[in-house]
């Protein structure tokens, strides 16, 4: 795979689903970290003991580390948000990516295997589509085999019936279904061609 193929060129690829999981991963993240300054107040609390006026250096220094522990909340914040955002990008892409091959497959298009990034999840999954895609390419493949044999013997059978002489009805009958069914032939021998 290319390396320009395999580089991002948008990051929200659904964005309903992508901001949905970061939302859920940052509420997560801001229900332990409340949890954790809960217990880290406590513990101050329990440590420092009440707030006296003797104690004006202590309460600075609690302070101070307040905001510092806040600030740090504040950036790992913001780097949950960055990193989820990408790692949704690795489960929303190859959903992007399937959604496509199979409207590609229900349109009867379905010469272009499914390729993922490097580092997308769902990797096993697109190799069993891959291999779904190789049957149903070999099948056609048998089928249109068979309809080109069809066709030969059918063209066989026309020129046997124009040679005979006989002008009768039911041989221009068997001339006339003949030749629809040759067309008939024809048409889906077209379809199952490759496409490129």
């Not at 409207?103 to 298009?109: A, E």
């Amino acid at each position: 795979m290319s390396a320009a193929r395999d580089r991002r060129r948008k990051y929200l690829v659904d964005k309903h689903f992508q901001i949905r999981y970061v939302i859920l991963v940052i509420l997560v993240l801001v229900l332990c970290i409340a949890i954790g300054v809960t217990l880290a107040s406590i513990g101050f609390k329990s440590i420092y003991g009440p707030a006296d006026a003797g104690s004006l250096e202590r309460l600075s220094r609690v302070n101070f580390l307040f905001w510092m522990v806040l600030l740090a909340v504040l950036i790992l914040l913001l780097a949950v948000g960055f990193y989820g955002v990408r790692m949704s990008h690795r489960i929303a892409g190859p959903i992007y990516a399937f959604s496509r091959h199979l409207n590609l497959v229900k349109q009867g298009i379905y010469y272009e295997d499914m390729r993922l990034r490097k580092n997308d999840e769902f990797q096993s999954l697109a190799g069993a589509f891959n291999a779904c895609l190789d049957s149903m390419r070999e099948r056609e493949k048998q089928a249109a085999a068979k309809l080109e044999e069809l066709a030969r013997t059918m063209d066989n059978l026309a020129q046997i019936l124009s040679q005979e002489s006989s002008t009768s009805a039911e041989a221009a009958k068997l001339r006339e279904i003949i030749e629809t069914i040759r067309e008939l032939t024809d048409e889906h021998i077209s379809h199952l061609q490759p496409r490129e």
